[in-house]
């Protein structure tokens, strides 16, 4: 009996161990899934290199040239399919979706340090042709939203399904293993969150499985208070969100303000 013990022990310990390595040294493949390159030639295309990297960014380009708006889309996200929306909510600015390091044709490997400094070589090269950039940031690109927000001056932020921190989501998941000491891109939006001095939506799916709405909610509590604009889509979930009519109501009303 003792021997079935100490074997179920040892099995028990191996593959908390190998499981821990595997979530160590394989976490960017958890958290980045890059999308091929769309082949498509119906939006036109801006090719923009930052820190040794060329990132390919579709351009909507709108009525007012004063008005832009930067997207940063999800971990999986093949931004290229938001650019009828925006052509079609948002006509008046000029829409700029920006492909990741390694995502749909862009060079280089994501990380948080990269995807930061893309972020700000981005708005400061928008800047020097729009009076006006608002952000929008949805899942994984709501944190780089939120810091783009703390260290520029963006004139509007909106956050889709936004999370907290990925370090306080990881926790969520894998509450077994040390991963405040694992983890090495964590996005923690709440850090940055007090810096942001634009008006804030958040817009919340209801039934959001992957970043539930108590996350959003940390990150609103963080946000100052005068600022933020909560606004959660009944019936919706984390991916599904956009797909419902107050999706855009809500952020064509918010950004006419």
Do not use: C
Request: hydrophobic share 45%; net charge negative; aromatic share 10%.
């Amino acid at each position: 009996m003792r021997d079935r013990m100490l074997w179920a022990l040892k099995i028990a310990v191996l593959t908390y161990v190998g499981f821990g390595a595997v979530l160590y040294l394989a976490q960017r493949a958890f958290l980045y899934m890059p999308v091929g390159e769309n082949p498509s030639r119906d939006v036109p295309v801006e090719w923009v290199d930052v820190d040794g990297a060329q990132l390919k960014v579709w351009t909507v380009v709108g009525s007012e040239p004063e008005a832009a708006v930067l997207y940063f889309g999800g971990n999986a996200e093949d931004v290229y399919y938001n650019a009828g929306d925006f052509r079609q909510h948002l006509p008046d600015a000029t829409a700029y979706l920006v492909n990741y390091r390694g995502y749909g044709g862009s060079s280089g490997s994501p990380s948080e340090a990269a995807l930061f400094a893309d972020a700000l070589a981005l708005f400061d090269r928008l800047a020097e042709r729009h009076a006006r950039i608002a952000v929008v940031g949805r899942s994984l690109g709501s944190g780089i939203a939120v810091y783009l927000a703390s260290q520029r001056p963006v004139h509007r932020l909106v956050l889709v399904t936004p999370h907290d921190s990925v370090l306080a989501l990881a926790e969520r998941h894998y509450p077994v293993y040390p991963v405040r000491l694992m983890l090495k891109d964590r996005y923690e939006s709440v850090a940055y969150a007090a810096d942001v001095a634009a008006p804030v939506l958040l817009l919340v799916a209801q039934n959001d499985g992957l970043i539930p709405p108590e996350h959003a909610q940390r990150l609103a509590d963080a946000l100052p208070a005068e600022l933020v604009n909560r606004v959660e889509i009944h019936g919706s979930g984390h991916n599904g969100i956009s797909g419902h009519p107050a999706y855009w109501t809500a952020i064509r009303t918010f950004l006419a303000r």
